[in-house]
């Protein structure tokens, strides 16, 4: 299953921490790291992200990276990487070598941090040890389906435009694969490790118990295959006419939506100067594409609390499915 939290308080930095758990194995993801996001997390979930996801670098999206690397600069039990858009490997390198490294020659880790420009990702490695003087090239490869896949998810990425490039991301999980138990009983068969392989797409003959069995006449009456759950994250773009029906097809299958709610409606000009949305853009664009439920997040800090219940009422008159994190109306 996917669990999101949107970390940060409403009108202030955000970002969004996922958890793919798959039952034998977990992937956290954090997309963006504002100023104070990672507050929420205890150290231990801080230092088992598995991959910091940037939207783009403008300062409210990447202020809390000190927080993260802070507690992670050294870290071997698992692979360090950080995605965002062309530009990232070159800010974050000013980052890395902005501290006095005075124990480098015994620090061990290694940092990958990819360019993105929705073509194709560009690969830069980081040394610890060399006190992160070196921005290492290894290489370019195409962007041809996921971003990134592990055994729990994928992530995609969406081009969008705000003064440049920025990304938003779709997060996958793989296709569920349950058994009919209703099936199995009818058959006269117990569970056991066969049905992990027939999960995992054994074909021909299977020995079930000494018995053996056609293993694609099994699949077909006992496997049930369903779509994994889908959520999205968008923030800090342009949505215009062309936009939105771009979008809305690249959306599709979408569960939850998670997506910047900077401007009111009569703010449309200030939000189409600034390269954001209004929060009845968002609620078309959810309505076109289809999801099932619309979070609204990164309020601008423009309106006052008591202005927060009338934007949402704005988004849930076009969409009604529409929300805001946790307890922000209560704050």
């Known amino acids: 299953m996917l669990k999101a939290e949107v970390l940060g308080r409403p009108a202030e930095d955000n970002a969004l921490w996922v958890t793919a758990d798959s039952g034998q194995g977990q992937t956290r993801l954090l997309l963006d790291c504002g100023e104070d ?28 990276f000190d927080t993260f690397f802070r507690a992670n600069f050294d870290r071997m039990g698992r692979e360090n990487h950080i995605w965002g858009p062309p530009g990232t490997a070159r800010i974050l390198w000013h980052r890395f070598r902005g501290y006095w490294w005075n124990y480098a020659p015994e620090l061990q880790a290694t940092w990958r941090v990819h360019d993105v420009d929705g073509r194709e990702v560009r690969t830069f490695r980081f040394e610890a040890h060399e006190a992160f003087e070196g921005m290492h090239e290894e290489g370019t490869r195409p962007l041809q389906g996921p971003l990134l896949t592990t055994a729990e998810a994928s992530v995609e990425v969406i081009p969008l435009k705000h003064h440049g490039l920025s990304l938003g991301y779709v997060v996958r999980e793989p296709e569920r694969v349950t058994v009919d138990a209703g ?16 999960k995992a797409g054994a074909r021909g003959r299977l020995d079930i118990q000494g018995i053996t ?16 759950q889908r959520l999205a994250y968008l923030t800090d773009f342009l949505l215009d006419g062309a936009e939105q029906d771009r979008l809305a097809s690249l959306l599709a299958g979408v569960d939850t939506l998670y997506a910047e709610a900077q401007y009111a409606p ?18 078309a664009l959810a309505r076109a594409a289809g999801v099932r439920t619309l979070c609204l997040l990164h309020l601008s800090r423009r309106y006052r609390p ?5 934007l949402l009422q704005a988004a849930q008159a076009i969409f009604p499915a529409t929300r805001f994190p946790g307890e922000w109306l209560e704050e």
């Open 183 to 198: 099936q199995l009983a009818a058959l006269g068969l117990k569970g056991g490790s066969w049905l992990a392989q027939l």
């Open 213 to 228: 069995h056609n293993a694609d006449e099994l699949a077909a009456r006992l496997l049930r295959r369903e779509p994994g």
């Open 266 to 283: 009569e703010d449309a000009a200030l939000a189409a100067r600034h390269q954001h949305t209004t929060v009845t853009q968002t609620a």
């Open 306 to 310: 008591g202005h927060w219940p009338e």
């Open 37 to 64: 996001t990672l507050d929420a997390l205890p150290l231990s979930e801080v230092q088992a992200i598995d991959h910091l996801l940037f939207s783009h670098l403008h300062m409210d999206h990447v202020a809390g």
